[in-house]
């Protein structure tokens, strides 16, 4: 008897044992996957494949173990030159537009706007780099396949198994070396046999690219971006056309063999390759030739080992910043395709939206670093040699939302290739506004490309002819300024631009006497028409609610910045009489909703996706709950594009996320959120408008940062529009203005616990649950509160 209890204690004790061991691995497992999407199968389409980027070379790796496809990105593959097209229109032009509009005739205004200042013949788009394709040509049985990528190393994997045999192939793009990485390995005895080629997509019937191998180890492919459009070329590369590029890619083995053929490389009996891409263009290196051969020089003598720790190590100095967990991390367990499809069945997965939060800033530090070109509409991603909507850098919204998130989840650096590039459109702009508008000062229309012109292009006025491209950028100038509180950005950069978009509005403004205020005019809505007089719809309007909502922005934030720098003079004094005597970009309408026109337009589109009148809600921050009267007109508003089929997909549903958080509307979020996942998001979590357009992910990762922190007040909202199914949680890093970061952790809905941390000195206000207190904040000293908003150290 006594021995029957001790062996049945002493299996006890192991089964106890085995189980808290296996709740450890499987809490190790769970862990290890948290940043982690996967899959069980290789992408059969572009929208599956998955996205690795150093901010200039991008590339999207499908996992095919038999014919494996990466598809290549350079940031400067884009037509044309610096020089091609300018302004055109002139004074004259405009007062005849504004002398038709002012009798009522919005038709011929609508035809002559485009007639007179549109080179509405001019499209370039942004170009792929072309493909690398690995080819095995034995037929292997594969089995126990898994595709994945994790975020925060910024590494994707494919591991598989043949006849019993390990495979992996491992894909990243360092920034510290600028290079793109490709290990492939086995532990077959006989090793991999395969073949490597690069190609590049024709050019409307045309080949525009040569291919060749440099040594036995390597392959080029030399071309131009062209984009012949049609037209027949005498030449395959017309001199002066386009950004020259060569893509090179080299070849590190251990065993077997290299041999170059055909402008091909054939590897046989290979156990490890390491594969590296170096891509240079012209715009970057007038020399780009020799630019590839410095850097595969200096990664020549690196082991694989040396590069991925070089890589992590730079990449993750941004990641590691901000942390996210909402919970449920027992469904990474679960492939990430069917983790979306079970979203779209109708079940919550709370971790696959922080995911997707984390996903959006992956993408960001991937397609935009210092010194490289901001993220276009694709990013950096774009298979396509006419992209749709040509990939290009629209000013409307979509530019800007890309970098909506930049300063929020504490990726300032990743916002300056957007200054950059708007340094640059300054000075197109202040050719637009001089040559075409006779004004001084600068000013940008709606779409723009990689040599920054600023000048109207477009066949119709509902997009073309909007004048505020660089009026909405001059917000991100103020708002690097106001995270960041570095004076001197502000006043050798952010005030100079702000003061020639707020000289061309001084300019542009028509003082009216019937209302005795300054008027904006010509204007239009962005991509939206009222019903005029005849009953047929309209573009161009003598007075619009958008444009009026960010000239008084410039204005804020002009004299705000003089004030700072202590500028007081015939400039700021005139900027603040217009900006009194302006007209009211918020004005509520007789049934209750913001006007989107100064008049009170009917719709023909009652549910157009753009939500332009609501502006200064977000991403400005004009509208707020101490506007008692706005803040509800606001609200009606969605109410009422929302009922008529607004905000459908992609960038427009992000959008409106954003806006329930200012609105303080935590189930409208929700909401929001879940019907982005359901309609919006394809397997490898790229947005879908459709097409694929990636700044409905970064205006998502906003949002979420909205939900979970303001400060646009004057003070720190903490959880001010929490989803209920987002009940326990944490965060960590996110960016609050005035340069400090702040952490949270809440259960059951409830703040918990606080951490702020400021780079100055300095005293701020905080509200959490109706209740504000002001603490006092030393540099690089971490406070704690509790969430009732109590010191905890």
Known sequence: MKTNSYWYRLILLLLIILSVSCKEQGAKKIEQYSDVLWYEQPAKTWMQALPVGNGRLGAMVFGDPQHERIQLNEDSMWPGGPDWGDSQGSKEDLELLRGLLKKGEAHEVDKLIVERFSYKSVLRSHQTMGDLYIDFPKQKNVENYKRSLSLDEAVALVDYTADGVAYSQKVFASAADDVLVIALETEANEGMDFNLRLDRPEDNGHKTVMVSNPSEHEISMKGMVTQYGGKKMNEPFPIDYGVKFETRLKVKNSSGSVEAKDGMLVLKGVKKAILIVAGSTSFYHEDYVTQN??????????????????HKKEYKQYYDRVRLDLGDRALDSIPTDKRLARIKEGHDDTDLAAKLFKYGRYLLISSSRPGTNPANLQGIWNHHIQAPWNADYHLNINLQMNYWPAELTNLSEMHEPLLDFSDRLLERGKITAKDQYGMDGAMMHHATDLWAPAWMRAARPYWGSWIHGGGWLAQHYWEHYSFTKDEAFLRERAYPYMKAIAQFYTNWLVWDEDVKKWVSTPETSPENSYTAKDGKPAAISYGAAMGHQIINEVFDHVLKAAEVLNIDNDFTKEVKSKKDNLFPGVVVGKDG????????????????????????????????EADTEAFKAAQKTIDFRLQHGGAGTGWSRAWMINFNARLLDPAAAEDNIRKFFQISIADNLFDEHPPFQIDGNFGYTAGVAELLLQSHEGFLRLLPALPSNWETGNVSGLKARGNVEVDMVWEAGVLKKVGLLSKGDQKVSIKYAGKTVDVDLHANQKLWLDGVLNGVQ
């Open 293 to 310: 051969d410095n850097i595969l020089a200096k990664v020549d003598a690196k082991s694989l080992e040396a590069l991925l720790d070089g």
């Open 593 to 624: 909703r913001i006007l989107e026109w100064n008049d009170d337009y009917d719709e023909p589109e009652k549910g157009h996706r753009h939500m332009s009148h609501l502006y200064a809600l977000h991403p400005s921050t004009q509208i707020t």
